[in-house]
């Protein structure tokens, strides 16, 4: 998988146009609009869409390593690409077969290669995704749906929005679906500017969105069967591997830092090349771990009950948890096998860019909240 043509081509772009790029894109939080481009026009904005679409059909674990090698150039890049597949997977998985979706995966996925963004988090919901205040309205083939959110990143730059919302006005707040707005169906009302610590290029403010199109743009089946199925495994997956192609840029410069100092004094192994030696480990067992569940995935793919299950449910939070929580440490130790080149942001050996980004993993959906969730199972969860 990691020497697919998806996964090189965008090693390639993560290399020669995204790394060039990522100082900028950080300084001043900005969107990647020249990586976007590359992967455009090299066709791997449709990675996630089936063959029978035309796309490229890749699994989860080929989606992993392209949003790995991409974040290993571009922390922010990475991240939008792992966002765009989760919500290409999303309508993949559960739009395939009707005739609007058919068509959309068709003409604006594959043959222009649009990009997706995603509205879950609201205005009075406090982080939980899983329920919702706004609520789509449908009158007769026509709807319309207008959401106060917290956080959308690329939401200026996106050529369609996958926004979630109650089923019906009179619907419980976890009674949800996902509906598509295209470009032209839209507005979203920028509230403020994203001046954050980390992740910069992902250009995520609020913004109030406001949206009509047709009445079949509402996603088939329930956003409850959609997010267990694919937007829980899709986001933690994904960006678990791309956590970790940030933790391995970092470490990277480590080693390149460690090999030059022994190349000062030959026949003599550097001290801090012992650190490196320990940080490796826990870089393997990060990406084993984040490997082993889109493996698994594939597997699973089509299995509902598998994927709506306890055990699955609970080694996704552990997955998300862990690597979330591994990438900042990881990236601290580079910064101390460095020293002050490492601390330096005009230093080529810098990490500031990829600590910094790092440090919004535990936050995208909070830790503690999906920790919380873990709990409650655990005390009911039979281990087989
Ligand atoms: C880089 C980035 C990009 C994003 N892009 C998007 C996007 O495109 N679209 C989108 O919809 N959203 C996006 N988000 C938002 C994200 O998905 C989360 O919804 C948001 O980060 C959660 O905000 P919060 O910290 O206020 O949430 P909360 O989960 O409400 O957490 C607030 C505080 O409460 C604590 N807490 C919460 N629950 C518990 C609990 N059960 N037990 C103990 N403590 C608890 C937390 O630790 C935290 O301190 C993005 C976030 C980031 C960082």
């Known amino acids: 998988m990691k020497n697919s043509d998806v996964v090189r081509g965008t090693a390639a772009i993560a290399a020669e146009v995204a790394a060039k790029h990522a100082a900028d894109v950080d300084k001043v939080s900005r969107f990647p609009i020249e990586t976007f481009e590359a992967l455009r026009k090299a066709k791997l904005l449709a990675t996630a869409v089936p063959k029978e679409y035309g796309g490229q059909g890749a699994g989860m674990l080929e989606l992993g390593h392209q949003c790995a090698a991409l974040a290993q150039g571009c922390g922010s890049s990475g991240m939008v690409l792992a966002m765009h597949h989760i919500q290409v997977a999303c309508i993949a998985r559960h739009g395939a077969g009707t005739p609007y979706f058919d068509a959309y995966m068709r003409e604006h996925l594959v043959e222009r290669q649009e990009v997706v963004a995603s509205i879950t988090s609201e205005n009075g919901t406090f982080g939980d995704t899983r329920s919702s205040i706004c609520a789509v309205e449908i009158h007769g083939d026509q709807m319309e749906l207008v959401k106060d959110a917290t956080t959308v ?140 569940c889109a493996i698994e995935f594939d597997e699973l793919a089509g299995d509902k009950s598998a994927l709506e299950g306890m055990a699955w449910a609970l080694r996704m939070n552990q997955l998300k948890t862990y690597a979330s929580e591994t990438a900042p440490k990881l990236v601290h130790e580079a910064l101390q096998i460095i020293g002050i080149m490492a601390y330096k942001n005009d230093s080529k050996f810098s990490v500031g860019r990829q600590y910094r980004d790092t440090l919004s993993a535990a936050l995208m959906v909070s830790n503690d909240r999906i920790a919380s969730k873990s709990a409650s199972m655990l005390l009911v969860f039979k281990d087989d």
Request: with cysteine; net charge positive; aromatic share 8%.
């Open 153 to 292: 990143s690329y939401g200026q730059h996106a050529d369609a929005q996958l926004v979630t919302c109650r089923r019906t006005a009179d619907s419980p707040a976890s009674d949800q679906v996902m509906v598509l707005f295209e470009k032209d169906q839209y507005t979203l009302e920028q509230n403020g500017v994203w001046d954050t610590m980390g992740m910069r290029g992902t250009c995520s403010p609020g913004g109030k969105f406001s949206g009509k199109g047709a009445a079949v743009q509402v996603l088939p089946g329930l956003y409850a069967d959609s997010s267990a199925q694919t937007m829980v495994p899709y986001s933690h997956i994904l960006w678990a591997a791309l956590w970790t192609g940030i933790a391995s840029d970092a470490l990277g410069k480590a080693r390149e830092f460690v090999r030059a100092e022994a190349r000062k004094k030959p026949g003599t192994v550097p001290d801090k090349a012992v650190r490196l030696a320990k940080a490796m480990v826990e870089l393997q067992a990060m990406r084993h771990n984040w490997e082993s």
